[in-house]
């Protein structure tokens, strides 16, 4: 064991919430450690720069309209490369592959605006159903409720595109949850970072003080914090916690007292999303020239180009599957998802693909030690709780992480927010709540 080293405060991760945690305290002058259990920052952000010509990414990918990380990109000068347009999008039924835009009849028409993630009349309808203080229930109950029924088939898709925003079925998320993480003003568009969204969060993280390989065991924080890590004791005035909501969960770092039962409750009372990436090279690209992404009613539920807009684009593909299906799934081994995601492909496109496959890859965030979840989500029931977890006590612990985003959970702009605001806290005082 080291000798005990003290800080003004302690950040326990180096993703997102963390660095910003950091860098604002850092900037206000403040002795700061961040401890990080990885050999590498980033959290849920992660580019392979080696699977392809030009970077994949494995966690983060997209940059979710007028946000805080565009400005940072633009800030950084890192180039911001638009994407996923309607007009390149696609819909995939047991009839065939299909252009969204082309689905025009008054029926298709409304199945389109609920595939909509942002700006579709479910967020009118979860507000009006807040408004009319009917109780809060799931999203496919609301719907229903409205009398508005689609195909199996659609329902499966329309099914697949809420798993692929938050990771659930439309089944499991809460209508309260919709009024409450309302996303409000960020937008539509969409972009990816070409040089990776890891150079971003590197630019980010620079002049910071981190300690890799480090993984917080036990924290006791009933006077001074000491954070017992895997090989070392620190001590520290304060902490910010933002370790991935299943963490806290699963209990996986032991807290010396116990966690309040105000802050468990928050903690407990929010879902875990559970997604897998599959990514898949071949030889040569096989798509149509002008399709960018396609929801499918298969179990793969989303498909995209994962280099769409490199000029050294190569043929590689990224199934995006969440829920159940991605339960499924990641049973099956990289091997087996890689077979899955060619046979869906080769439905969905009508070719013979098996021999072209030349790479794959499967992300499986929930295997991972240090994540063990997608990200978070707001079921039935679970409205009120992010504000909760945000909440510090007794000015030692404090928390950020996407899962305390209330307007923005599950973006890397949103736990970004969060990183700062916990050190906006610590910065004027202001302990929130006490134990
Ligand atoms: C597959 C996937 C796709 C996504 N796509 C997008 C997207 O396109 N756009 C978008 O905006 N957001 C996206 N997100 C969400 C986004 O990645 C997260 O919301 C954000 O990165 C979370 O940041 P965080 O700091 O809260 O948590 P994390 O990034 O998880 O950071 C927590 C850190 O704590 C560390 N840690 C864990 N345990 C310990 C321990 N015991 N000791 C020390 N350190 C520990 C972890 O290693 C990690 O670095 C996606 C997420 C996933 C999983």
Redo the contacts with the bound molecule.
Sequence with gaps: MSLPTKYDTIV???????LAAAKRLQAAGQNVLV????DR?????HTDYDFAPHPVEL??????GQVL?RQLAEQYELELMPVLADDRNYLHQARGLKKLNDYTSPAELAMRDVLQSNGSKIWDWADAWFEQKQPDTSVAAMVEARGIAFSPEITQIVSHTYSADYGVYWEDLGVYGLVENTYEGDGCDEFRLGAGYSALIDRFATALNIQLN????QIEWDSTVKVI?NDTVLTADRVVI???LA?LQHQ??QFTPTLPAWKQQSIDSLGLSH?I?IILKFDAPFWPENWEQCHTYLDTQLWWRSGYGFTNEAPVVTA?IGAAACDSIRTMGETGAAAIGVTHLEEIFGLNLRDRLVAAKL?D?QADP??QM??SYTPVGGTGMREQLARSIDDRLFF????ASVLRP??????IE??FAAAEQILQGRSTTTA
């Design positions: 326990i991760g180096a993703g997102a919430a963390g401890v990080e259990a990885r920052i980033g959290g849920r952000i966690g983060a990918e997209f940059v979710h990380t480090t993984v917080v065991q890590t933002t370790l991935p963490l996986t770092v997604i990436k995006f992300v965030w240090y994540a997608g990200y950020a992480g996407e899962a599950a973006s890397v702009h949103g736990a969060t990183g």
